[in-house]
């Protein structure tokens, strides 16, 4: 990292963690989807960016670890962390299986992506009919009015959220960063340039992409089960939903695939122009003015910055180049 | 006669629609290998165009099959020939991913004119049907079946007979050598596009005198198409037949034995499991 680098990420990491002081509830709100779509993006990056393997589904992981954490909650009232670490495993089950299963029979590229969309889907019609987490209906928990900030059981204001996620979103730009610089990460990079190659030189592919697959599903997944507290609903429709999928990838597209701060940067961009759209969306009253802008920053940036914003924003400000 | 037989004739015949319309993402991905993720999305701007023809002109949707399908293959053709081709060389993520965006910025821009309602065309023969025997057939799902066999028919002679088609097929094989003949690659691939643009407009419209439309239908379709091909095998043109007639008769099984809404649970598992055990599909070659 250049030393300009770490001067912009130091001001905008203090800037971050000053911000409950200063913002309004709106902004708080805002700055909430900001950092959830930031931590998505980076655990995806892990899998594509990182180690090139395209996933479509990564909603399956998100609401996984929501279902898993809500579910134990409602019925066993156990703590709240342990049913976020629960469903964290259970993704990465679930993230395990999938990789075993495509890697074995040599499921790749198009029909990779595919598959992921398809195992997501069929998780969705199941939840549809599971009753016991509420089918269709959705499940919800029990609010209980909480004086102050309850971080065991994860209950409190909106500012606990704030710093839970950034917590989160800092701690996996830690990890990514530790990653690529170890052994594992340069093997990734090794197997997303050219599998074949990788393979003859002999790295153990197979394992190597199902660590990445397995650490992305249960790093989605331990977001979810904190949303799951902040949102308090969920719906197997939305949760699980082709179009989340599409939005989780959304942020480290626009930002940058393979980039640390790419996601990141993605994520500020299209959160603020989002959130823009759903105001005028609403003030004009022409809906679906938010999901126009994903899909025409997605042909934007794959016309115009393949590469996504952030290699682009390094070279305009004289950031350098992203080195690890 | 058993109730599920009745089911599975009309799986049938709505599967031949569904074979029309995986046939056009086969053709695309057969001939110019693009990933076609707004394929059930351009099937939804052809199902609102019937209903536009249908309420200004008052046109019978049989009628506006053939003009939507010209307009479809108008749209895939410049698609291809103003932004697609430029991506034939690029990795294939990109295209995905241009793909996806095409989609959403389709779905949302018909949300925005259309609305979240459904919407539904009328006919005079929407309630009547035929008896053979013990069986009895829905005539829109004769009419939908029938136009589309007649649309896959017309397709095939096209590639077998005409220049144009034998062109193409040519580009799908070796792009280069028939590039080296003399052909214009990138013009031939435009007009591919387009014709699969083209089969997915008209199995729209077959399709709308069964199914109601919304603007968020189209992310489905375009699974449904996947689905297909996929078990039909990807570039065979009898595969996405096969596939669309299974996917039919699984789903109208399942909505007879187990329940309508659990219909696309099992082609989703037949997805999975044919991509797993044999991935080229039922009658695809391996690549």
Redesign the interface.
């Known amino acids: 990292m250049s030393g300009r680098q770490g001067v912009a990420l130091a001001l905008t990491g203090g800037l971050l963690v000053a911000a409950p002081l200063f913002v309004g509830d709106y902004v708080l709100s805002v700055l909430i989807v900001f950092l959830l779509a930031a931590y998505l993006g980076q655990c995806w990056n892990i899998m ?1 960016g990182f180690a090139g393997q ?1 996933s ?1 589904g990564h909603a399956l992981y998100y609401g996984l670890g929501a279902y898993t954490a809500a579910a134990l909650f409602v019925h066993f009232d156990t703590l709240s962390w342990f049913g976020i670490v629960a469903g964290a495993a259970l993704a990465a089950l679930a993230a395990g299986v999938i990789g075993a ?2 890697f074995q ?3 790749t ?3 990779f ?3 992921t ?3 997501d ?2 998780t969705r ?2 939840f ?2 599971f009753d016991w987490v509420g089918g269709t209906a959705g499940l919800f928990l029990h609010v209980a009015q909480v004086k102050g900030t309850d971080l065991l059981h994860l209950r409190g204001s909106p500012t606990m959220f704030y710093y839970v996620l950034l917590a989160l979103s800092a701690g996996v730009l830690w990890l990514s960063r530790a990653l690529l610089r170890r052994r594992i990460g340069f093997y990734w990079l090794a197997i997303r340039e050219d599998e074949p190659a990788a393979a003859a030189l002999g790295i153990d592919t197979f394992w190597m992409k199902l660590v990445a697959v397995t650490l992305s599903g249960a790093l989605t997944a331990l977001a979810g089960g904190v949303m799951a507290f902040y949102d308090n609903n969920l719906y197997p429709d939305t949760i699980f939903a ?2 989340s999928s ?1 939005e989780i ?1 959304t942020a480290p ?1 626009i930002g940058g695939m393979g980039t640390l701060f790419g996601p990141i940067v993605g994520a500020f961009l299209l959160t603020t122009m989002g959130e823009a759209m759903t105001d005028f969306g609403a003030a004009w009253g ?7 802008l ?7 940036i ?2 115009l910055q ?1 590469a996504g914003v952030w290699p682009w924003l390094c070279d305009r400000l004289g950031l350098g180049a992203e080195r690890r | 006669m058993p109730g599920w037989v009745n089911f599975v004739v009309a799986g049938l015949l709505t599967g031949a629609v569904y074979g029309l319309m995986a046939l056009g993402l086969s053709v695309i991905f057969g001939v110019v290998r693009v ?1 076609n993720f707004a394929h059930g999305e351009m099937m939804v701007l052809a199902m609102y165009g019937v209903i536009l023809l249908q309420h200004w002109l008052g046109l019978d949707p049989l009628v506006s099959a053939p003009v939507v399908a010209m307009a479809l293959f108008a749209l895939g053709y410049a698609l291809q020939r103003g ?1 697609l081709n430029r991506f034939i060389a ?1 990795p ?3 295209q ?3 793909m ?10 018909m ?2 004119v259309f ?2 309602d459904t919407a539904s065309v009328e006919t005079s023969y929407a309630l009547d049907s035929y008896e053979v025997g013990p069986l009895i057939l829905d005539k829109v799902r004769v009419f939908a079946a029938s136009g589309a066999v007649l649309s896959m028919a017309l397709l095939w002679a096209f590639f077998r007979m005409s220049r144009t088609g034998k062109a193409i097929r040519a580009c799908a094989d070796n792009p280069t050598g028939a590039a080296v003949a003399g052909l214009d690659v990138g013009r031939f691939y435009a007009t591919a596009f387009g014709i699969g643009a083209a089969c997915v407009g008209a199995s729209g419209t077959f399709l709308l005198l069964l199914v109601d439309v919304q ?1 968020y239908l189209g ?1 489905s379709y375009t ?1 449904l198409s ?2 297909i091909v ?1 078990i039909g095998g990807l570039g065979s043109m009898p595969g996405a037949l096969l596939g669309g007639l299974l996917v039919g008769v699984s789903e109208g099984l399942s909505a007879y034995f187990v ?1 309508p ?2 219909k ?2 099992f082609s ?2 037949l ?2 499991l044919v ?3 044999r ?1 080229q599909g039922l009658l695809g070659r391996r690549a």
Do not use: C, N
């Not at chain 1, 022409?286 to 126009?292: F, N, S």
């Not at chain 2, 996806?100 to 821009?109: D, E, R, V």
């Open positions: 594509m395209l479509l299963l495509s029979f040599a499921v590229g198009v029909y992506a595919l598959l969309i398809a195992f889907e069929f019609i199941l549809d009919h082709t179009s599409v990838i597209i022409v809906p679906g003015l938010k999901q126009w994903y899909g025409g920053a997605l042909v934007a794959v016309l393949p | 990933v932004l690029r294939e993520h990109q995905f991913l241009l996806l965006g095409i989609a959403g910025l389709l779905t949302s821009s949300l925005m609305g979240p603007p992310a699974l996947f689905i996929i329940s809404s659990l696309s649970l989703y598992g997805l999975i991509l797993l055990v991935p």
